[in-house]
C-alpha cells in the first residue's frame, strides 16, 4: 500500500518502496478485485424520497482491502523541498482518472503530466484506475509514464478499487465505461454504467477531497454524473460536470468552416443539454469576430438543419472513418474543460458544461444534468451566465434534450435513490457516435 504524507508546505513525501507492480501477480489482483465486486454490487430498486442530499443506500461490503500500490520509479522516497528547482512550485494535486487503460486516458495523462493543463509549477500526482480486466494494460501506461521522465509528475499509483484510488483526490476524471455491444438497449447501457458511477460516487463521497472537482466522460456522460453526484451527498452537487466540451470545439470548428475564418474568431458557443444526438449547438447566442453568428452566416436554412445536425452526429461520422470513437480531441476537450475551471475566463465569453440545474435562471428542469454556458473566475468553480437570448428554434430543441434527460433519470432511480426505475425513453435517443 502506497502511503502518502505531504503537508501544504511541501514537506516530504514519503512512498513506501515497492519493487514494479509487474513483478506481483495478476492474480492476485483478480482475485481481490472479484472478492470486492462480489462485495460491493449495488441492491436493486431501492424506495427512496427523492433528496438531493440523501444518497440510495450504500451496498454491503465483505470487508476486503484491496491495495493500491505506486508504481516502479515512482515508489521512490523524495523531498520536494530539498530539491531547489521545485522550491517555487505549488502544493502537490492528486488527480484520479478511471479508464485509465482506454484510449481517450492514452492521451490524456501524458497531456496532465507534461504540466500542459494546470500549469508549470505544478506537481501532480496521478492515481489511475483500472479493473481487474486492464489492470496489466494500466501497468502498461505507468510504465509510459515512467520512461517519459516528465519532472511535474511526482507520483503514480494504480488500482482497481475507487475506495481506494480515489483517496483525497481533488480532481476526478470518469473516464472509464462499457460501450454499448450490439444489440444492448440505451436502458441496458444507462444501468451498468450507472452501477459503475453509483459506486464511483459512493468512493468519492468516502475517500476524496471535500471540494473534489468531478468530470464524467464515459457514456451516457450526463446521467452518469447525476448518478455520480447523487452516491456522494457530502460533495457539493456543483462540483460534478459531464463533459460536453468536444461537442462545443466541435460546434467553433463547423462555424470557422463556414464563414471562413479560423476557429480562433468564433466565440460565446453553449452546447445545451445532453450529450447525445438531441443536444442543442447554439447558433443564436455564438459569436464570430465579436459579430452574432446570424450577421457573418446569413443561411437560417443551414444553421438550423445542416450545423445543427453535423455537431449533434460528429462522433458517428468519426467512427465511421476511423472505426473507433473520438480519444485525442476527447482528451484536448477535456483538458479545455480543466483549464476553462482554473484560469478566469475571458471577459465576455463563456464555456459549455454539463452540470446540475438546480437554480438555474432558463427555466430548465431542476435535479438533472444538462449542458449550460458558465463562467469562471479560475477558482475551480463556475457561474451560470445570465445575459443569454432564446427564441422560439432553441427553445424547442431544448426541450426535446431536457425531455429525453429527464426519461434517462427515471430509467436510473433505483441508482439515484428516486425510487422505481420506469424507463420510456425516446426512441431516437442515441449518443454521438451511435448513428
Ligand atoms: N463525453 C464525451 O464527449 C465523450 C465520451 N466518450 C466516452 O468515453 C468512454 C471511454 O472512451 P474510450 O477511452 O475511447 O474507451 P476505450 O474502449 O478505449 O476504454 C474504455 C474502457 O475499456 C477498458 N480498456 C481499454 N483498453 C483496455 C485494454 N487494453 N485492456 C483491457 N481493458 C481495456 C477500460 O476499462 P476498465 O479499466 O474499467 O476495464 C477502459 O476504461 C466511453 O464511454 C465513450 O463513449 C467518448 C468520446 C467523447
Ligand atoms: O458516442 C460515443 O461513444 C463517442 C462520443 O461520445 C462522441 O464522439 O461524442
Known amino acids: 500500500m502506497a502511503v502518502t504524507d505531504l503537508s501544504p508546505n511541501y514537506a516530504q513525501s514519503r512512498l513506501l518502496k515497492h519493487g514494479p507492480a509487474s513483478s506481483r501477480s495478476p492474480a492476485s489482483y483478480a482475485n481481490r478485485f472479484v472478492d470486492l465486486r462480489c462485495g460491493r454490487r449495488p441492491r436493486v430498486c431501492c424506495s427512496l424520497a427523492p433528496d438531493q442530499v440523501k444518497a440510495p443506500p450504500a451496498p454491503v461490503t465483505n470487508g476486503t482491502a484491496s491495495k493500491t500500490e505506486c508504481y516502479g520509479v515512482f515508489c521512490v522516497t523524495y523531498d520536494l523541498k530539498a530539491e531547489e528547482e521545485t522550491k517555487s512550485w505549488k502544493r502537490m494535486i492528486n488527480v484520479a482518472v478511471s479508464g485509465a487503460a482506454g484510449m481517450i486516458s492514452n492521451h490524456l495523462l501524458f497531456k496532465l503530466a507534461s504540466g500542459e493543463v494546470f500549469g508549470p509549477d505544478q506537481p501532480i500526482a496521478l492515481k489511475l484506475l483500472g479493473s481487474e480486466k486492464s489492470f496489466q494494460a494500466v501497468e502498461g501506461v505507468a510504465m509510459e509514464l515512467e520512461d517519459s521522465l516528465y519532472p511535474l509528475l511526482r507520483e503514480v499509483s494504480i488500482g482497481i478499487d ?6 483525497d483526490a481533488e480532481w476526478a476524471l470518469l473516464i472509464g ?5 450490439p444489440g444492448m438497449e440505451r436502458a441496458d447501457l444507462l444501468d451498468i454504467n450507472g452501477q459503475i458511477f453509483a459506486e464511483q460516487g459512493r468512493a468519492l463521497n468516502a475517500v476524496a477531497s471535500r471540494n473534489v472537482k468531478v468530470i464524467v466522460v464515459g457514456n451516457p456522460c450526463n446521467t452518469n ?22 461537442d462545443e470545439n466541435r460546434a467553433k470548428c463547423q462555424l470557422a468552416l463556414k464563414a471562413g475564418v479560423f476557429y480562433d474568431k468564433v466565440s460565446n458557443v453553449t452546447i445545451w443539454g445532453n450529450h447525445s444526438t438531441t443536444q442543442v449547438p447554439d447558433f443564436l447566442n455564438a459569436k464570430i469576430d465579436g459579430k452574432p453568428v446570424k450577421e457573418v452566416i446569413n443561411d437560417t436554412k443551414w444553421l438550423e438543419e445542416e450545423f445543427t445536425e453535423r455537431v449533434q452526429k460528429r462522433g458517428g461520422e468519426l467512427i465511421k472513418k476511423w472505426g473507433r470513437s473520438s480519444a485525442a480531441s476527447t482528451a484536448v476537450s477535456i483538458v479545455d474543460a480543466i483549464k476553462s475551471l482554473v484560469n478566469p475566463t475571458p471577459k465576455g465569453d463563456w464555456f459549455s458544461s454539463g452540470v446540475y440545474t438546480n437554480g438555474n435562471p432558463y427555466g430548465i428542469s431542476e435535479d438533472i444534468v444538462f449542458s449550460m454556458p458558465c463562467r469562471s473566475e479560475g477558482n475551480g468553480d463556475y457561474e451560470l451566465v445570465p445575459d443569454v437570448i432564446f427564441d422560439d428554434f432553441l427553445r424547442e430543441r431544448m426541450k426535446k434534450t431536457e425531455a429525453e434527460l429527464l426519461a434517462e433519470r427515471r430509467c436510473v432511480g433505483h441508482l439515484t435513490g428516486e425510487g422505481n426505475a420506469y424507463c420510456d425513453l425516446p426512441e431516437d435517443t442515441m449518443l454521438p457516435g451511435e448513428q
Do not use: D, M, S
Open 162 to 167: 475507487p475506495y481506494e484510488v480515489f483517496q
Open 177 to 181: 465505461a462499457k460501450p454499448r455491444g
Open 225 to 246: 454524473a447525476l448518478i455520480c453526484l447523487k452516491n456522494a451527498p457530502n460533495i457539493p452537487a456543483k462540483n460534478f460536470h459531464a463533459l460536453t466540451r468536444l
